[in-house]
């Protein structure tokens, strides 16, 4: 290993350490290692290199929205409107996802939430048009799920990640409020919402991972 390799290797453990902290960084820092051709990448290096600017790409999108360039950032001006071409596509194909995608239950009883017949949640009344199809076309979900999946949803529109299903924090607090209001609905949909947000959260990281990242299509200036 030649001192060139070993300091190359420091770099790639620092950022490894900051890629949640600073994803965006990370990222342009990575890309500019990426693809400099004056100093082609040891394979190994290079592989280690795409796989913390891709890491750090998914990462950024957790954090709110990418603001304009400005002169002060660690990234190249080109690269940042190509990675904000990238947030944009995450938000776009999540929104596609989210207002066409089929959460109905193909078999057996259907999600508490679409099917209740406590007698005391108060469902979606029929004159509303439910806005999206994974509130179950024809359906008339309980109140509480449309209060709740409409601001994942929200969220998701911000940060189009896998956050707002896994995190916990409105789920949880719509469970503590079905609590109070309906212990029959509130058992079940403890129950059963952990599988539902499985499948959701599965199909959410492949529509990310299928967002070509900005630099999937640069030559592979690696050695070896
Ligand atoms: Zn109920």
């Not at 609590?179 to 947000?197: I, R, S, V």
């Not at 070509?212 to 200036?221: A, G, I």
């Amino acid at each position: 290993m030649s001192y060139d390799d070993e300091a190359l290797g420091d770099i790639e453990r620092s950022l490894s350490y900051l890629i949640n902290q600073s994803p965006v960084e990370v990222y342009a820092i990575a890309l500019d290692l990426l693809r400099d051709p004056r100093k082609p990448l040891p394979r190994e290096i290079a592989n280690g290199m795409e796989r913390i600017a891709r890491i750090a790409g998914r990462n950024s999108l957790r954090d709110p929205p990418l603001g304009v360039w400005t002169t002060g950032m660690h990234i190249k001006q080109d690269d940042y409107i190509r990675f904000t071409d990238y947030h944009l596509w995450c938000r776009i194909r999540l929104a596609q996802f989210l207002a066409t995608a089929d959460l109905i239950k193909k078999t057996g009883d259907e999600w508490i939430w679409y099917n209740t017949r406590c007698g005391v949640c108060p469902l979606t009344p029929t004159s509303i048009v439910v806005p999206t199809a994974a509130l179950g076309a024809g359906k008339r979900p309980a109140t509480w799920w449309v209060t709740y999946w409409e601001k994942v949803v929200a969220l998701v529109g911000e940060c189009p990640s896998e956050d707002p299903f896994t995190d916990g924090h409105i789920w949880d607090s719509t469970l503590r409020g079905l609590a109070k209001e309906c212990p029959t609905c509130h058992e079940t949909a403890a129950k059963e919402f952990p599988h539902f947000k499985d499948k959701l959260v599965n199909m959410i990281t492949d529509i990310i991972d299928g967002v070509r990242m900005p630099f999937d299509d640069l030559p592979d200036l690696s050695k070896g």
